[in-house]
């Protein structure tokens, strides 16, 4: 048998050196970990991952993160070139926010530049929920936010009055994440069929907000015009219109938002806070809002009535021509006091076509 081939000496040497160095590197601090829950095994730099808010970097191409703090949000989208869609949602239900992002990117001419942030329950702390959205969407910009600072913000300009945190979220948003400055706002329970393109390349005409019109109801429907003359007559404030109210005034529709923060009013929640202290409204209660409505009143910009959303009792021919759907699928509903969630059963099939892949084996039946 052949003796084994001698190395050079010099080999030797090189090779010992090697081994020295990799020792070295041993002693060196660690720059990033993987994540065991991330199913993905992306890197993420340790300063991210020891967090208390727990961000996660961008992850190549397509970023996401599991919440981040105001100061580290992504640039608005005139800098980043990105489309912001942001939603809230008060009972934590993955469905509907699988259905709202898949419907989104499914109708959008560049589903590359859309960039999303979920305001849930739980927030930044909620990682599972987070991971189980980049399974569905491992491609997709996405961001889980919490709600803590929001409703702070919201409780402490509406004290002593109670709050509805759903209905003011999409205007205090922008005055803790100051980076968002330009974005479209979806309710979490809706199928969106249109360009989300469409609403944030709008001229909203010196407003900060565009909503669509609903004609059904009247703002007369919610205040007795002899008030609301009252009112005007007798009150200066930057808020109260110059000229008498029109008493059948449409009021809008705050389920589909276009909002461009900086040319949104300063005082907003106080105005609101304003009108629903001289209403003598016990709560800020709900989608029909009068304080809302006469905060909004000929400060905003309409949008095309196909972004109206209507009831799921609506007429077929009548939703046809909708950009957007109410979700009809199986829906949670938390009680005000906290004890658990509902199921609500599912109302027709249309969410069903927008679930993405692996949806029952990721969110359950």
């Known amino acids: 048998m052949d003796p084994a081939p001698t190395p050079l000496p010099f080999l030797r040497f090189v090779a010992f050196g090697v081994i020295v160095c990799l020792g070295i590197l041993q002693f060196l601090p660690a720059t990033h970990v993987r994540h065991p829950a991330d199913p993905h095994r992306n890197w993420i730099p340790i300063e991210s991952f020891t967090n208390e808010s727990y961000s996660v970097s961008p992850l190549g191409k397509s970023g996401a993160s599991g919440g981040q703090n105001s100061e580290v949000?992504?640039?608005?989208s005139e800098e980043d070139?990105?489309?912001h869609v942001v939603s809230w949602m008060e009972c934590l239900d993955l469905r509907l926010l699988a259905v709202l992002a898949n419907s989104t990117l499914t109708s959008s001419r560049n589903?590359?530049?859309i960039y999303f942030h979920f305001f849930i329950p739980g927030g930044s702390e909620d990682k599972r929920s987070f991971y189980k959205l980049k399974v569905l969407f491992p491609n997709s910009h996405l961001?889980?936010?919490?709600?803590?600072?929001?409703?702070?913000?919201?409780?402490?300009a509406m004290f002593?009055?109670?709050?509805?945190?759903?209905?003011?979220?999409?205007?205090a948003i922008p005055m803790i994440f100051q980076s968002l400055?330009?974005?479209?706002?979806?309710?979490s329970d809706l199928v969106v069929k249109g360009r989300a393109e469409d609403l944030i390349s709008l001229d909203l005409q010196k407003h900060g907000i565009a909503a669509a019109e609903d004609c059904s109801k009247r703002l007369t429907d919610y205040v007795n015009p002899e008030v609301l003359d009252a009112i005007q007559r007798s009150d200066a404030r930057p808020w109260v219109s110059d000229t008498p109210y029109e008493k059948?005034?449409?009021?809008?529709?705050?389920?589909?938002?276009?909002i461009d923060a900086r040319n949104l009013r300063k005082d907003f929640l106080r105005a609101v806070s304003w009108w629903t202290t001289v209403l003598n409204l016990n709560k800020s209660a709900g989608e029909n809002n009068p304080a809302l409505f006469l905060t909004l009143y000929h400060n905003y910009t309409k949008l095309s009535s196909s972004w109206l959303s209507v009831g799921n009792e609506a007429l077929p021919e009548s939703i046809a021509n909708k950009t957007v759907i109410p979700y009809d699928g199986p829906k949670k509903l938390c009680s005000a006091?906290?004890?658990?969630a509902t199921l609500q059963p599912e109302r027709g099939d249309l969410w069903k076509r927008y679930l993405p892949p692996l949806s029952s084996q990721m969110l359950g039946q």
């Not at 002593?160 to 205007?171: G, S």
Request: net charge negative.
């Open 143 to 156: 961001e889980i936010h919490g709600q803590e600072k929001i409703q702070e913000l919201i409780r402490n």
């Open 73 to 76: 949000v992504t640039s608005n």
């Open 248 to 258: 059948n005034a449409c009021v809008p529709n705050l389920s589909v938002l276009s």
């Open 181 to 187: 400055t330009k974005f479209v706002y979806f309710s």
């Open 160 to 171: 002593p009055l109670e709050p509805n945190y759903k209905e003011l979220a999409p205007f």
């Open 337 to 340: 006091l906290g004890a658990g």
């Open 111 to 113: 589903p590359d530049l």
């Open 81 to 83: 070139g990105m489309l």
